[in-house]
């Protein structure tokens, strides 16, 4: 029990760190995006935010499994991208600050569902492959 305490405490802060160099990357590959293949100056940004999304909420469920982050993670995540169908003055300018802007977005894309959902699987790989397997085995 203590040992799943410690791991799960270990887990809280990798998922902290995870998020923090996220968010960093999502920023740099907007104010960056010129120095990028246009591939990734068009994709990266949505993907790392909903990558950024899958830590959080593993950070909030510690005790549930990957799966329910995952699903979590694109209800939120698409809960935001369909909001963007509505564009009241008051949510408007709340998405006419930087916060605002970066959580709410502004216009309903399409695309960007795909893009949270590819970022959401690979945030789940990366997570499955490296942090989950590592403190399971008690390496």
């Given at each position: 029990m203590i040992l799943l305490k410690t791991a799960n405490?270990?887990?809280?802060?990798?998922?902290?760190?995870?998020?923090?160099?996220?968010i960093l990357l999502g920023?740099?590959?907007?104010?960056?995006?010129?120095?990028?293949?246009?591939?990734l100056a068009e994709n990266?940004?949505?993907?790392?935010?909903?990558?950024?999304v899958y830590f959080g909420f593993r950070?909030?469920?510690?005790?549930?499994g990957i799966g329910t982050a995952i699903v979590a993670s694109l209800?939120?995540?698409?809960?935001?991208e369909f909001s963007q169908l509505y564009q009241g003055d008051w949510i408007n300018q709340i998405r006419g600050t930087l916060p605002?802007?970066?959580?709410?977005?502004?216009g309903f894309i399409f695309v960007d569902l795909?893009?949270?959902?590819?970022?959401i699987f690979i945030?789940?790989?990366?997570?499955?492959?490296?942090?989950?397997?590592?403190?399971?085995n008690g390496d």
């Open positions: 405490r270990t887990l809280r802060i990798v998922y902290t760190v995870l998020v923090l160099i996220l920023l740099a590959s907007r104010t960056y995006s010129n120095n990028l293949y246009p591939f990266a940004g949505d993907a790392l935010w909903a990558m950024m950070f909030l469920l510690i005790r549930k209800l939120f995540s698409f809960a935001i605002g802007a970066l959580v709410l977005g502004h795909i893009r949270y959902t590819v970022g945030g789940a790989f990366i997570d499955r492959v490296t942090f989950v397997q590592y403190f399971r």
